[in-house]
């Protein structure tokens, strides 16, 4: 299986800081590299996906790049309702496996 | 728009078999190049995935619970099921149903369901 590992798992942010949250594979994936944000209760909602495509209606301050084993996400400008915890996901090989999350806290 | 919708038990009793069933609406799940699939979250924990099934009913599951987990088709009903066996405390989690989707060459899982909140307890 391929392994997914984000860091951080948490920090700390201001409205209107950049922030940014990476993600290494334990092998080359490409570009097979999506981005998830989940809120508590709510299910995941699709970023970003092929590692730098931004899905439909996503505000252009996310946006995502990398390839083969590392990989980030970033928010330009950080807006209240970004405080979530945000998930990559490999979708190079099954399992379909994701990193362990970086929850995005107010400061 | 394509929306997904799980329901089923809320609680499962130790040693028996969980069932969901998935209700997919605005389109029909025997169409595309898509992999139905099922992903659950422990509470507070990350995501896990279960397994597929494609259009043409072709299944793969994870290996880590490939010996309790069934996936079926019922496109008379569009509807996807989940069955997994023998379950213990630790299957206690969040079951979504997601779409996992081809387009380019590149996948992801778009949309989700909102999820259904199984306990096993007796």
């Known amino acids: 299986d391929i392994q997914m590992t984000q860091s951080p798992s948490s920090l700390s942010a201001s409205v209107g800081d950049r922030v940014t949250i990476t993600c290494r594979s334990s092998q080359s994936i490409s570009r097979y590299l999506n981005w998830y944000q989940q809120k508590p209760g709510i299910a995941p909602k699709l970023l970003i996906y092929?590692?730098?495509s931004l899905q439909s209606g996503v505000p252009s301050r996310f946006s995502g790049s990398g390839s083969g084993t590392d990989f980030i996400l970033t928010i330009s400008s950080l807006q209240p309702e970004d405080f979530a915890t945000y998930y990559c996901q490999q979708s190079q090989s099954t399992p379909r496996t994701f990193g362990q999350g970086t929850k995005v806290e107010i400061k | 728009q394509v929306q997904l919708q799980e329901s089923g038990p809320r609680l499962v009793k130790p040693s028996q078999t969980l069932s969901l069933t998935c209700t997919v609406s605005g389109g029909s799940i025997s169409s595309g190049t898509y992999y139905w699939t099922w992903i659950r979250q422990p509470a507070g924990k990350g995501l896990e995935w279960i397994g597929r099934i494609f259009t043409s009913g072709i299944t793969k599951y994870n290996d880590s619970l490939k010996s309790r987990v069934t996936i079926l088709l019922d496109t008379s009903k569009n509807q996807i099921s989940l069955n997994l066996s023998s379950v213990t405390a630790a299957d206690t989690a969040m079951y979504y149903c997601?779409?996992?989707?081809?387009?380019?060459?590149?996948?992801?899982?778009?949309?989700w369901g909102p999820g259904t909140l199984v306990t096993v307890s007796s």
């Open positions: 997601t779409r996992d989707v081809y387009s380019s060459g590149w996948r992801w899982f778009d949309p």
């Open positions: 092929a590692a730098s």
